[in-house]
């Protein structure tokens, strides 16, 4: 099992920066890839971005690419999201989320099994 917690969420305003983190804990260094997802209330949670673990590849719907960094603290357990330039469409409850060791889509929300609870980004206009 493992245990994610994210954290760092809050009110901005547009065009402002905020850094997302997600603590793992339990049976972690194990996952192949782990990721960020954002879900607002009507829709289905949808990939914002990911890496593998290993090597620290990362990954990006197109709308973030070139605003959005993901990185990972391998000693720490920790995956980060640094999202600068922020829109209102970029409102939404952000999701850390791990695979298991097997090698699958870093893009696909089916391949993650571990989840946290998600944390609020509101981003005015």
């Known amino acids: 099992q493992v245990q994610l917690v ?8 547009t065009g ?14 194990r996952n192949y ?3 960020w997802f954002r879900q607002v209330p009507g829709k289905e949670r949808e990939f914002v ?6 090597d620290g590849l990362p990954y990006y719907a197109d709308d973030v690419r070139g605003r959005f960094a993901v990185s990972r603290d391998k000693d720490k ?3 980060s999201l640094q999202m600068n330039t ?22 696909d929300r089916g391949s993650y099994v571990y ?5 609020q980004v509101l981003v005015s206009s």
């Open 115 to 119: 989840w946290g609870q998600g944390t």
């Open 86 to 107: 922020l829109k209102p469409e970029g409102s939404a409850v952000y999701y850390c989320a791990a695979s298991d060791p097997d090698q699958v889509p870093v893009t």
């Open 6 to 13: 994210e954290s760092g969420g809050g009110l901005v305003q």
């Open 49 to 54: 971005a990911g890496l593998i673990w290993t």
């Open 77 to 79: 357990n920790r995956l």
């Open 16 to 29: 402002d920066s905020l850094r997302l983190s997600c603590a793992a804990s339990g049976r972690t260094g």
């Open 33 to 35: 890839a782990m990721g």
